[in-house]
């Protein structure tokens, strides 16, 4: 059973930050494609950020310049440093990882942790 889990959830005023880790075994991490996803009430989830096992990353144009994702390989954790936020990112965000197998590639997520960014 793979696990993701995710912490750093949190209230914070427009123009904060806040930084999201997520946690899994070294199995996973160390081939595992990892991303942050969010999904905002009545809205569809969506991908913010991705990173591969190589450390090529990939962002939503919307948090381009303003979020930075990085793995911590001593640590077996994917962070998503999100400042000078806005009301617009509030959602519930979720860990993800891909991670390849021999018949393709199998996707996992962690349970979500919140973000709401007051005006």
């Known amino acids: 059973q793979v696990q993701l889990v995710e912490s750093g959830g949190d209230l914070v005023q427009a123009g904060g930050s806040l930084r999201l880790s997520c946690a899994t075994s070294?199995?996973?991490?160390?081939?595992?494609?990892l991303g942050w996803y969010r999904q905002a009430p009545g809205k569809q989830r969506e991908l913010v950020a991705r990173?591969?096992?190589?450390?090529?990353?990939s962002y939503v144009d919307s948090v381009e310049g303003r979020f930075t994702i990085s793995r911590d390989n001593a640590k077996n954790t994917v962070a998503l440093q999100m400042n000078s936020l806005k009301p617009e990112d509030t959602a519930v965000y979720y860990c993800?990882?891909?991670?390849?197998?021999?018949?393709?590639?199998?996707?996992?997520w962690g349970q979500g942790t919140q973000v709401t960014v007051s005006s």
């Open positions: 993800n990882a891909i991670v390849p197998r021999n018949y393709g590639s199998e996707n996992y």
């Open positions: 070294r199995s996973i991490f160390r081939v595992a494609t």
């Open positions: 990173i591969t096992s190589g450390g090529g990353t």
